[in-house]
């Protein structure tokens, strides 16, 4: 990675994520609880408050927060590319709902409720903007270069006064005024971003419902809410932070998701709820931070997360923000790690130069020690490991120095296919060949050749086991499948998801797609399941 195939190079990501028409194109096919785009927002535009929740926009999107049940709601991307990216500042509707944004030479309307959006320009260049406690619902005021200007509901600007009793966005400068512990404590917040730099960006007050403080857009933070008489800021992260998602794992009612260091930001390993309700963010300890560039692949075990990496294998505790890192010379054959899989509490960790597996009474136990080359797949099953390699699929048996031939493999060289990831579904190996897929039956122990997949789905990475099949993932979509045929419902690039796939897992009713473009989570309804 980024990417798959996990045979390929493995480059330091350096750009952060900036949604692209494609992501548009996606929401017209798709509802919002069918299919749903999580992107980075640490970089926040607008922050507006109504009675009941705040509004929040990034370059991409809007999401709002319910105080009263602690929740986030969306994201909902903007129906045009561009739409947001030149966001001044918010402020909400307080009659009619939904929120303003001011832009450099126009505005948006957002109405959640509705999932409403209008937007619209003025002449000139827009200096200001403020509703009219004087006539509620009439609409925004924006002052111009050209002159006073009214933007009403339908996406329409005619000229106009100044409005006679205006309210105006709150600004950070005023927040900082009202309360003097948002720039006292602002050197604290290098903490929350490993030293990166953090800007605030804009400002609303909270009253009566959304709670008694300031919420803080930043620019490297997210949100951040002051309750009155507080010091040290309340974090309120929604979404991931920048860097592009590479690896995933089912959680406990969410997903892990590994985030990859960028120019802007260290790696990450975040807990996104499968509602979208709530989200965590961990960047390691402030003083070291996650000693990875981007995780090839993760496995969970018990509290623990184990990643695949090229600087080793990554244990981590992220409820307890504990790190350990095991490579060459503390225990790994080799530092690059090109998988992981995990079965009944052993974890198998397959390198550039052979396989161990590691268990808490023994620690670390080297695997088939005469095998000293490049493993790309690697499945557990009691006292076996198998080993998927470019030459093929082999098994080790603990205790046997060398690697063993398959029995039903050897015989027939169709069969001599690489492999490049391996499932279980329920007792049956699947094999994932970058092209098509190879399994075994537990019976009589006969392997099957499936028909070719790549051609829609482009080079194959990753198979996990799905009700009736799997789903195959390759660099140009998703797709599920019984062994026996060819996809029976494929989404692909750019049409349906927003990137390349990088990784997929399945938790509760939903597949979760880690793409260049963001994480996507997908009803499982839409492929069928």
């Known amino acids: 990675m980024v990417v798959r195939p996990r045979g390929a190079a493995f480059p330091i990501i350096l750009a952060g994520l900036l949604f692209s028409s494609p992501v548009t194109a996606q929401l017209g096919k798709y509802s919002l609880r069918d299919l749903t785009v999580i992107g980075e927002f640490s970089h926040i535009t607008a922050v507006a408050t109504s009675t009941d929740r705040v509004y929040l926009s990034s370059r991409a999107a809007i999401v709002t ?55 619209g320009t003025v002449p000139g260049r827009v200096l200001s903007a403020a509703l009219d406690d004087g006539a509620p619902g009439s609409g ?6 050209a002159g006073w200007y009214l933007a009403a509901r339908g996406g329409i600007a005619t000229p106009s006064g100044a409005p006679m009793r205006p309210v105006y966005p ?8 009202d309360n003097p512990a948002i720039s ?47 010091g040290l800021p309340e974090p309120m992260p929604f979404g991931l932070p920048r860097g592009v998602p590479t ?67 990554i244990e981590l505790r992220p409820l307890q923000e504990e790190v350990r890192r095991f490579d060459y010379g503390n225990g790994l054959p080799d530092s690059r790690v090109t998988d992981l899989a995990q079965r009944r509490g052993v974890v198998a960790i397959a390198t550039e130069r052979g396989v161990v597996r590691w268990e808490d009474s023994t620690g670390f136990t080297a695997v088939a020690t005469d095998f000293v080359s490049r493993v790309d797949a690697i499945a557990l099953s009691g006292d076996t490991t198998w080993i998927g390699t470019r030459l093929g ?23 001599r296919i690489p492999v490049v990831d391996l499932a ?27 028909p070719l997949l790549g051609a829609p789905l482009g080079r194959l990475h990753t198979v996990i086991a799905a009700t009736g099949g799997v789903i195959v993932a390759g660099q140009g979509g998703v797709g599920f499948t019984p062994l026996e045929s060819t996809p029976a419902r494929r989404l692909g690039v750019p049409g349906d998801l927003p990137g390349e796939v990088l990784d997929i897992t399945v938790e509760g009713r939903h597949l979760w797609i880690a793409t ?14």
């Open 65 to 119: 927060w319910n105080p009263l049940e602690r929740r986030w709601a969306g994201p909902w991307l903007a129906p045009q590319p561009g739409m947001l990216r030149d966001v001044l500042a918010g402020i909400a509707d307080q009659l009619g709902g939904g929120v303003w944004l001011v832009r450099q030479a126009g505005w948006v309307y957002f109405d959640p409720v509705g999932g409403i959006w209008e937007s």
């Open 140 to 145: 925004l005021f924006l002052r111009t270069t």
């Open 170 to 177: 709150a600004t950070v400068e005023q927040a900082a005024r």
């Open 184 to 230: 006292a404590t602002s050197a604290s917040l290098l903490g929350l971003t490993r030293f990166r730099d953090v800007r605030f960006t804009a400002a609303a007050r909270g009253s009566g419902f959304t709670g008694i403080g300031w919420y803080i857009g930043t620019f490297g933070a997210g949100l951040l809410f002051y309750p009155d008489g507080g």
């Open 247 to 313: 690896a995933l794992f089912p959680g406990n009612g969410g997903v892990w998701v590994a985030t990859a260091r960028s120019a802007e930001a260290d790696a990450a390993v975040s807990f996104v709820s499968d509602d979208l309700g709530s989200f965590r963010w961990w960047q390691g300890p402030p003083a070291t931070g996650l000693p990875f560039a981007a995780a090839r692949r993760m496995v969970g075990r018990g509290d623990q997360l184990w990643l695949a990496t090229d600087v080793g294998a």
């Open 393 to 415: 699929l082999y098994l080790a048996v603990q205790g046997n120095p060398s690697l063993q031939e398959v029995p039903g493999l050897g015989a027939s060289p169709s069969l």
């Open 424 to 450: 279980w579904l329920a007792d049956t190996l699947v094999a994932l060949a970058p092209d098509r897929l190879l399994w075994r039956d537990p019976g009589t122990g006969k392997f099957t050749l499936g």
């Open 516 to 529: 260049t473009a963001g994480l996507v989570r997908l009803a499982l309804e839409v492929l069928g399941l």
